[in-house]
Nanobody, 119 residues
Framework: QVQLVESGGGLVQAGGSLRLACAGS?????????MGWFRQAPGKERESVAT????????NYADFVKGRFTISRDNAKNTVYLQMNSLKPEDTAVYYC???????????WGQGTQVTVSS
């Protein structure tokens, strides 16, 4: 198992930047997990934002964040990051990180961090 704690959310103006971090801890080595960032806006379903494999050599992004967001990880620090640039009001949501030991199945979730982008 892994426990995940997100940080770095907040209020930012449109066009601004934020960097989210997700720290992992637990009995299973963090590097075994593929990691992802997801988000859920009020009244909407949760959606995938970006994912990264265990080594950081493969990433995937939702079309709506391509070119603006970057996912990365530092396994020595047990942390995955989401750098968010050129933020838009529609990026407002609770952002969650999640870990997966089985392809595409994200079983372990953090508590979420609120990101609010004002126009």
């Amino acid at each position: 198992q892994v426990q995940l704690v997100e940080s770095g959310g907040g209020l930012v103006q449109a066009g601004g930047s934020l960097r989210l971090a997700c720290a992992g801890s637990g009995r299973t080595s963090f590097e075994y997990y593929a990691m992802g960032w997801f988000r859920q806006a009020p009244g909407k379903e949760r959606e995938s934002v970006a994912t990264i494999n265990w080594s950081g050599t493969s990433t995937n992004y939702a079309d709506f964040v391509k070119g603006r967001f970057t996912i990365s990880r530092d396994n020595a620090k047990n942390t995955v990051y989401l750098q968010m640039n050129s933020l838009k009001p529609e990026d407002t949501a609770v952002y969650y990180c999640a870990g997966s030991l089985a392809y595409g199945v994200y079983k372990y979730w953090g508590q979420g961090t609120q990101v609010t982008v004002s126009s």
